[in-house]
């Protein structure tokens, strides 16, 4: 038997006009590129969504046509995101931080009809446009007459104006299609994740939950990630949703913008990866200054370091909540959510359990799988390929006709540990663990263990193919101040990790390079360093 409910329709623009209805006064409050603060209430927001969907329609957008956004996080990125899926087209997030010929062929790749283009973009776009010519508009998201001459070029501000506030939005399937974000293609070219009304729906709503990030209406949340990013991990609808007010950095995300912002809007959740974070702890440690809003940190992308995570608690007495997941799961997958148990540890015991990064939200679910396909025990401490499966991870590639998963479940590319209490420990990425002698080093872990060395501002560790053990690590260091005592820090790490997982060469250098979602870039620094262990040897 069936059961007997009304069906779930759910659409962005049913998300859009229920905060309208609840919390209309709740603000957004977003930083323009040129640093002036603009604020909207929801229910001003829900206006210019409206006015920005009747341009569309205007402009002829249909169902399913993809519409393209290169843009900071601002309310005029968030309007975008409303009123293009509202209407049934697909809003797609390009990062503007890949190479030309990148975003190129993403842009290409996804056919997409129209442009929205932060004015910082604007001569990157313009050097493009010749060979995009299924690009019939670029819309600048400026203010009047702040854009090119040109007959594909608009002006943001110009076309809303001529619109009225009442917009009609059309109903349609809930799997119709509302979101396209590209994978950032370190091996290989970019791949296409399309979400849906509904999962992009049911993610932000597991968001939301306590035991999630925890999102309400006493909720001032800032997105550093960017909405280029995996949809800014879905904050911009689980914000709307829950009723938070909602702070959008836009273009300056140095350590002193941040602070600033932080303080002057009592921000207490905040969410980027690692490297955002570093910057600003350097600014607040130089000028000797301390966050009083903040209460949450929400770190995921790549692995919150031990020393980040004591120092947001020492210092600013924000909790870092690691978080875990990826593109081709709209991304989240799992939190590390304060638990009554965990803040009644002694400290720095408490920071260990931080590190992990947490239990499954709900209705995702993960499992780990030795290499011949049997999965592996809860136990804390074996280790394998981590798999998941759920209503927002990826089935299929944008225009691919392969199936993304195996037996139902999706690989992630990680390998990881669950314990019994289902919380997961990313070991590394499978490609970046380092095979020495038959064993398996962490490269996550040899760079924590770095960054908890005085001095030591980042860490990456590669392996590298090495004559007589297979691969052996090799560690980069940049300084907080140089030069570094390297000796002193090879004596530290002995009794931080297993002595062969000593790195045999330690190096400080000046920077390290990051791929455009602001990762270590492994792979660059591998093909760099390949024969280095070989040359040093022979
Ligand atoms: P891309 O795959 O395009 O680099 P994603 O942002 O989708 O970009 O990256 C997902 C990967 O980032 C995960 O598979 C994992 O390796 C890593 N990652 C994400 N969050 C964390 C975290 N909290 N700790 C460690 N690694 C993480």
């Known amino acids: 038997m069936r059961g007997q409910m009304m069906p779930n329709d759910l659409l962005i623009s049913d998300l859009l006009e229920h905060a309208v209805r609840n919390h209309a006064q709740q603000q957004i409050i977003s930083r323009r590129l040129d640093g002036r603060i603009v604020r909207h209430s929801f229910h001003e927001f829900a206006q210019r969504c409206r006015q920005l969907a009747g341009v569309l329609q205007d402009l002829d957008v249909r169902v399913g046509d993809r519409i393209a956004t290169l843009a900071w996080n601002t309310h005029r990125h968030l309007e975008a995101y409303y009123a293009i899926s509202g209407i049934g087209a697909i809003v797609h997030t390009v990062n503007p931080r890949l190479f030309a010929h990148q975003i190129e062929y993403i842009l290409q790749h996804a056919e997409d009809r129209i442009l929205f283009v932060d004015i910082s973009f604007i001569a990157m776009v313009e050097a493009m446009l010749p060979r995009l010519p299924r690009i019939e508009h670029v819309i600048a998201l400026s203010d009047w007459g702040d854009k090119p001459q040109g007959e594909r070029w608009l002006c943001y501000e110009g076309l809303l104006s001529d619109q009225p506030a009442h917009f009609a939005w059309p109903r349609f399937d809930a799997q119709t299609a509302a979101a396209l974000c590209y994978t950032s293609g370190t091996t290989g070219q970019p791949k296409g994740v399309l979400y849906s009304h509904s999962s992009t729906l049911l993610h932000a709503m597991a968001a939301c939950r306590a035991d999630a990030i925890g999102i309400g209406p006493d909720s001032v949340i800032m997105p550093v990630v960017p909405m280029f990013h995996v949809c800014a991990w879905g904050v911009p609808y689980a914000a709307l949703m829950a009723g938070a007010r909602l702070i959008l950095p836009g273009a300056a995300l140095d350590g002193a913008a941040l602070s600033e912002l932080i303080q002057s809007e009592g921000c207490n959740i905040a969410l980027g990866v690692p490297t955002v974070w570093m910057g600003l702890l350097a600014h607040l440690r130089q000028h000797g200054q301390r966050l009083t809003s903040l209460q949450r940190v929400v770190i995921g992308g790549s692995a919150a370091p031990l020393a980040m995570i004591r120092e947001f608690d020492q210092v600013h007495a924000a909790f870092v909540m690691h978080a875990w997941g990826m593109t081709e799961m709209s991304p989240l997958g799992s939190t590390n959510t304060p638990t009554p148990e965990l803040l009644a540890l002694p400290a720095e015991e408490r920071y260990q359990r931080q590190l992990s990064q947490g239990r499954a939200v709900f209705g995702l679910h993960m499992e780990i799988f030795h290499e011949?396909?049997?999965?592996?025990?809860?136990?804390?401490?074996?280790?394998?390929?981590?798999?998941?499966?759920?209503?927002?991870?990826?089935?299929?590639?944008?225009?691919?006709?392969?199936?993304?998963?195996?037996?139902?479940?999706f690989d992630t590319g990680d390998?990881?540990?669950?314990?019994?209490?289902?919380?997961?420990?990313?070991?590394?990425?499978?490609?970046d663990l380092i095979k020495s002698?038959?064993?398996?080093?962490?490269?996550?872990?040899?760079?924590?263990?770095?960054?908890?060395?005085?001095?030591?501002?980042?860490?990456?560790?590669?392996?590298?193919?090495?004559?007589?053990?297979?691969?052996?690590?090799?560690m980069l260091v940049i300084a907080e101040s140089t030069p570094l005592d390297i000796a002193g820090l090879r004596q530290y790490l002995q009794n931080q990790v297993a002595r062969w997982w000593l790195p045999d060469s330690i190096l400080e250098v000046s920077e390290l390079p990051h791929t455009a979602t602001g990762k270590l870039s492994k792979l660059t620094l591998r093909a760099h360093y390949a024969d280095y262990y070989q040359d040093l040897i022979t």
């Open 437 to 474: 002698g038959g064993e398996w080093i962490s490269s996550i872990d040899l760079e924590n263990a770095a960054l908890g060395f005085p001095g030591v501002r980042e860490a990456c560790v590669i392996g590298i193919a090495h004559p007589r053990w297979e691969e052996r690590p090799l």
């Open 415 to 431: 390998i990881a540990s669950i314990d019994a209490q289902g919380y997961m420990r990313i070991v590394d990425r499978a490609k």
């Open 372 to 409: 011949d396909g049997q999965a592996m025990p809860h136990d804390g401490q074996a280790y394998g390929h981590l798999k998941v499966r759920g209503p927002w991870v990826l089935a299929h590639y944008y225009r691919s006709d392969v199936p993304a998963t195996q037996d139902g479940w």
